[in-house]
């Protein structure tokens, strides 16, 4: 296994941890007892897990080692810690009563990927190849969702957290239209070029 590989699966391992240290940390909060250092410990978790990603890409294309699992894998890490992230602070108060992520925002991002990933099912079964390119809405919607994130554990208490949900919910909606669209381009184009297609 490369280094890459076994830092992804390091960040693999960081998202149960820090969902331990939120949890707690919403305990203490409720008990009116809050212990600051697991808000800091969990958001130093989140944010190492997430700044590896940068750098398990920068070693696997300087240092040759990308591979067929490392190309697999890195994509199931990444949306697992934002998506546990998300739901996770969805459930639980990170602060004063309701200081946590909208559920509606949640459900939104978890409709999304599975519309892209229900989208991807049928260009397989349809036997297309399946090269979906990253669309820069997608990169600008798994920023505006991190920073949705940040907003609720940094704990930017003098704008409520639903105005970064709602930027961020924006952008995921905008960023699912734009793959959706992106497959039935692709869905038709395998059409047409299918042999005995009278297009």
């Known amino acids: 296994m490369t280094v890459a590989s076994k830092i992804t699966l390091t960040r693999l391992l960081m998202v149960p941890v820090f969902v331990v240290l939120a949890v707690y940390y919403s305990h203490s909060v409720q008990e009116g007892l809050p212990q600051e250092w697991m808000r800091i410990a969990a958001l130093l978790v989140f944010v190492t897990a997430a700044a590896s990603d940068a750098v398990d890409g920068f070693i696997a294309r300087h240092f040759n080692q990308r591979s067929a699992f490392g ?17 996770t602070l969805s459930l639980i108060d990170w602060g004063s009563s309701g200081w946590r992520i909208p559920l509606w925002f949640t459900a939104l991002v978890i409709v999304r990927d599975c519309v892209i990933i229900g ?26 969702q991190m920073l949705a994130l940040g907003w609720v554990m940094l704990r930017m208490m003098a704008i409520s957290p639903i105005y970064a949900c709602a930027l961020a919910g924006v952008f995921t909606v905008w960023s699912g239209i734009a793959y959706v669209a992106q497959g039935w381009r692709l869905l038709q184009s395998a059409d047409l070029h299918r042999p005995g297609s009278h297009h």
């Open 119 to 144: 989208g991807i099912g049928i260009l397989w079964y349809c036997k297309v190849s399946v090269k979906i390119d990253p669309h820069w809405s997608g990169k600008v919607c798994t920023f505006s």
């Open 71 to 87: 190309a697999m894998i890195d994509p199931i890490a990444d949306k697992t810690l934002l998506l546990t992230g998300i739901i």
